[in-house]
T-cell receptor, first 110, second 115 residues
Framework: AQRVTQPEKLLSVFKGAPVELKCNYS??????LFWYVQYSRQRLQLLLR??SRESIKGFTADLNKGETSFHLKKPFAQEEDSAMYYC????????????FGEGTQLTVNP | DTEVTQTPKHLVMGMTNKKSLKCEQH?????MYWYKQKAKKPPELMFV???????INESVPSRFSPECPNSSLLNLHLHALQPEDSALYLC??????????????FGPGTRLTVT
């Protein structure tokens, strides 16, 4: 079975502070991990995927297979980063099925 | 065109009505998906179509009936829904399942209210 855990439902930081959104997963094979973001009244959109190893909007995420984690980080949070963030996993045997975590609502205060 | 579009944006229907949700993409994607999303919760997968054939049905009640008339269109037919079916219904599409770049692109959703 595959599972994604985002331990923080809510996370609040001040503008300019570092932010880390935690994601842990459970999967016996080699998973694909993603971060999706949903801004208020906007569609769910892909932020990062671990395969591409790129930085989007200043966010990075590294897959740590030893700790089964895929935490999302940004060194200096901006107010426009306030949104709901979902970590998602796709396992090799599940075909196209994405398993989402419960999400973390990030609020960046001025 | 790099977007998934969904119509209508909002839908209010009674429990005896029959209605349909529509989804369209012109990115050449051959996998399309229906998700249900309740407020402040993650999307829950309902159906997956791959090459216009239903490949996954997540034990969804028969009052939801998907249809994929061609590679660009995906419908969700609704009949005799319950108030607890009120939610945001999301459509997504992606390259074929085994393709290297197969991330899912989501539409804006249809907000459904069942009265």
């Amino acid at each position: 079975a595959q599972r994604v855990t985002q331990p923080e439902k809510l996370l609040s930081v001040f503008k300019g502070a570092p932010v880390e959104l935690k994601c842990n997963y459970s999967y016996s094979g080699s998973p694909e991990l993603f971060w999706y973001v949903q801004y208020s009244r906007q569609r769910l959109q892909l932020l990062l995927r671990h395969i591409s190893r790129e930085s989007i909007k200043g966010f990075t995420a590294d897959l740590n297979k030893g700790e089964t984690s895929f935490h999302l980080k940004k060194p200096f949070a901006q107010e426009e980063d306030s949104a709901m963030y979902y970590c998602a996993l796709r396992g090799g045997t599940s075909g196209s099925r994405l398993t989402f975590g419960e999400g973390t609502q990030l609020t960046v205060n001025p | 065109d790099t977007e998934v579009t969904q119509t209508p944006k909002h839908l209010v229907m009674g429990m005896t009505n029959k209605k349909s949700l529509k989804c369209e993409q012109h990115m050449g994607h051959r996998a399309m998906y229906w998700y249900k999303q309740k407020a402040k919760k993650p999307p829950e997968l309902m159906f997956v179509y791959s090459y216009e054939k239903l490949s996954i049905n997540e034990s969804v009640p028969s009052r939801f009936s998907p249809e994929c008339p061609n590679s660009s269109l995906l419908n969700l037919h609704l009949h005799a829904l319950q108030p607890e079916d009120s939610a945001l219904y999301l459509c997504a599409s992606s390259q074929p399942i085994l393709a290297k770049e197969n991330e899912q692109y989501f539409g804006p959703g249809t907000r459904l209210t069942v009265t």
